[in-house]
């Protein structure tokens, strides 16, 4: 693999070089820096004795009318709390680099690069910094429009797992058809229909050795096929989603090395429509984790992604609890409403309204355990087995998560703007944590925004969560200061009044100038999860200064 890259490097370096010789005027460069540290007070939760912590970022490309080059430096040698540093997030050094060529109808990268194939069920490789996230592919990728409404994907590589690479070789191809742009009547009447297809292989991923009992040994496959079909219908303010997904048996730690299939369906539609929109969606998943090495018992590797189905929630007591999708099977709906009452109506007063409902709920499919094909005599669902059955209407017996929290937003006067939020949650902590059980909880949310002057605002919040069970009510409260277009000054607290009587306070300073932008902290931060769509990072408790900075040009 360090072959593999080293010839890669070499070639996109090469390209560099002829880039700058040949592509003359029209040459761009932008890139960033970030950094965010940490100068820990006290003992530190995830038992290191480090002063000094920081993941520092820093990316640069060359952009011009067909050539793109792109490098990125990672310093992670002090990473900060909660990141996997036993899986080998700790480390420094050129964590992406790439040249992509690209005309109207065709596009080539070499290097790494990040792609995703209809809603990411069978393929998404993406960066995520706050979940430690990078499972970008190194090899190459083809684009290609042949035909008008037709474009065509082909790519091959190894996925990163943060400084080295899987040994699974990662191929796949994806179609997509645009019928509105061979139907004219489709045109004219303001609609689109696309049509698309997947395909993803993993290869080689089949020597780990792994003994189902004393006399038996799981024989891993060694090429696993994914495929996506996919509709998507637009007119108007309607838009409508299918797809569906199904994968090769894929024995992994993952899904407890079973040799069951996998599915994944979704149906998805909304509509707006000026001061009003509805969004109605289901999903059914079974089995369908993906993974580019069978033993990874962390979040890297994942090769696909399963959106979650639940709002993800800005406001810190409604995200105290949040939903991690489960890969190993559930049934998720959502349905959410918007309406804006009009200025100068009975309900909407002199400014106008805003409210919006939301419900999610997510519930565990039917399994019923099962014997072996591969492995006669093992105990049904054990290792090595198929694992289980599941009738595809008939639910399960757990509820994973349920939300239904409802919005208002309200102009009170010309210089007071006023939030409110109530959510009424149900989170199965075992599901999603491996122990606590069923908490259900009521969130109580007020957030006011008032303008002191022109470029003078404050905004304050106050939470209140409350519930028997966990570690009891939680109290939280804000004051936000922003003196634009410079300085922000915020301070909270974040307040258990149940069983540790804990405070969780933080402060910050925030200065922006031009392109840069500073932030010094000092505060105690709850052990927790965070959560970005469905996927979830633990945070140890920390206390001490944090310093961020970044800069863009």
Known sequence: MRRIYTIITAAVLSSAAYAQVDIGKGVSVTGSLQSDMLVPMGKQEDGSHEDFRTNTYADMSLMSKNIDLGVRLEYLDHPLPGFETDKGFKGWGLANIYAKIHTKDLEVTLGNYYEQFGSGFILRTYEERSLGIDNSLLGARVVVRPFNGVQVKALTGYQRHYWSYNDALVSGADIEFSLDRWFKALGD?????????????????????RNADATHRLNFPKNVNAYDLRANFNKG????????????????????????????GMLSASYSKKGASLLLQAKRSDNFTSVSDRTESGSGSAINHL?????????????????????NGEWAYQAQFGYNFKRRTAIGGRYGMNVKVNFSHVHAIDMTPKGSTALPGLVPGAWGTDGYGSAFWKWGDETFYQ????????????????????????????????EGGMIHSNIFIADGLISLSPKTKLRVEGQYLTTGEDEGDWAFALAELSLAPHW????????????????????????????????LGWGRTRAGYNCSGGVCRYIPQTKGFTLSYNYNF
């Open 488 to 519: 922000m000054f915020t301070a909270s607290d974040m307040y258990n009044c149940g069983e540790t009587q804990a405070h969780y306070w933080q402060t910050y300073v925030t200065y922006n100038i031009k392109s840069h932008r500073v932030q």
């Open 307 to 327: 959106p979650a189905f639940t709002e993800d929630h800005t406001y810190a007591l409604a995200a105290l609890y949040p939903y991690n999708t489960n890969k």
């Open 189 to 209: 009447r303001g609609a689109s229909l696309t049509l698309g297809g997947s395909w993803v292989n993993k290869h080689g991923d089949d020597e780990a050795v």
């Open 403 to 434: 939300d239904l929290n409802i919005q208002v937003e309200r102009r009170i006067t010309k210089g007071f703007k006023l939030n409110l939020m109530y959510m009424n949650q149900f989170y199965n902590k075992t599901v999603v944590e491996g």
């Open 237 to 264: 303010g309607l838009n409508i989603l299918a797809e569906y997904a199904q994968k090769d048996a894929d024995p992994s730690f993952k899904n407890n090395y079973i040799y069951r299939k996998g599915y994944v």
